[in-house]
């Protein structure tokens, strides 16, 4: 009866293993929902937002803020928004993926990179392959808050500003749906904005400019920093949105496939017990036989 | 003649309708919205920012700072839920910054792009290798 009791341990532990993913599972559902929330939330504004940026590309204004002008690249930036648990399937992986594969087209032209990076899986795998990292927000918890961001998005911005880097690409996941979360690389500095229609409509395609009160440079300042903090935020709650259903999805893999180990290990295990219930009879009758 | 408010902050739309008139805290001192305004781009104070709608009532709106936007027929709120002070942001950059330090301390500053690529491939491997038994199954 050896083996049948092994296999009656290791059928307790898968068990368990297969409770634990199901309540995993069952709180990533539920926490994916509310994360689906904000990320719909976040929406508007980012939306508003690009249309005021829009408009204002239709402006006039007498003077160009630096974060509309292509320089020459010689260093790029790269913000990347990870996860901060794991157990949510390949999202990570795919990202540092999509990630390492941009980093290298750029040194292959000779244009180093340096990084911000959102996230324990971000901060962990940079930490553990190298790279030169300047800003991190990690623990941003299941409610990202704009405020957490803010330092990070700062340090890159400055960055920029000052001419270190000519280049900030947002490197995160993009919530397709449940299923699918895909990797993107999206170019954040320079802002390429296009003019919106409506702007020419309510112009009627004559040249204005806005009444800036009190400054034109302060304001497009201030206008186009609280875009591109938007775009980073977007990224996050989308991210924090992707993480909970990829974590669902493989939560509930694993629960499925711990189902299937059991009803093997309960098979071989009938099986053993079987074999030795024969054996037991064949014992027996061999004993009476020999009486 | 109505006007058509948006006010939205980063957490959240919080109204969209039409209006008669708006008014907001602007940092140069309160202005008032009528239809048809010139174009104007301003950022707000922290105060309310009222509605008046077309049935004549009025509604109240806090703001803690944010953006002020005029098109002839359209007012953008963008609001502010952060608190937002120079200093402040100076702050949490610096924090960014030393959580950085702290976590990269013994890290080489140049990416071992190998290394990443390796490990990475690994991991894609290992995803393939479970998605495969798991179909056989």
Known sequence: MAGAKEIRTKIKSVKNTQKITRAMEKVAMSKMRKAQERMINARPYAEKILRTVGHLAQANPEYKHPFLVDRAVRRVAFIVVSSDRGLCGGLNTNLFRAAVRSIREWKEKGVEAEYAVFGNKAVAFFKRVGGKVVAQTSHMGDKPHLEQLLGTIKVVTDAYRSGEVDRVFLVSNQFVNTMTQKPTIRQLLPLAVTAGEEGERSSGGFPWDYIYEPDARELLDTVLSRYLESQVYQAVVENSASEQSARMVAMKAATENAGKIINSLQLAYNKARQASITKELAEIVGGAAAV | ?137
Do not use: C, W, Y
């Open chain 2, 1 to 137: 003649m109505s006007i058509h408010v948006d006010i939205v902050s980063a957490e959240g739309q919080i109204h969209a309708g039409e209006a008669k008139m708006v008014f907001a805290p602007a940092e140069m001192g309160e202005v008032g919205i009528s239809p048809r305004h010139a174009p104007l781009l301003t950022r707000l104070k922290p105060g309310a920012v009222r509605v008046q709608t077309e049935s004549g009532e009025e509604l109240a709106f806090f703001v803690g700072g944010g953006i002020l936007e005029v098109q002839p027929h359209l007012v953008t709120v963008l609001a502010d839920t952060a608190l937002r002070a120079k200093d402040v942001d100076e702050a949490a950059a610096v924090q960014a910054k030393q959580r950085a330090e702290e976590a990269m301390s013994n890290a080489k500053s140049d990416i071992d792009l190998a290394r990443a690529q390796a490990e990475l491939v690994q991991a894609a491997a290992l995803m393939q290798f479970l998605d495969k038994i798991k179909k056989r199954h």
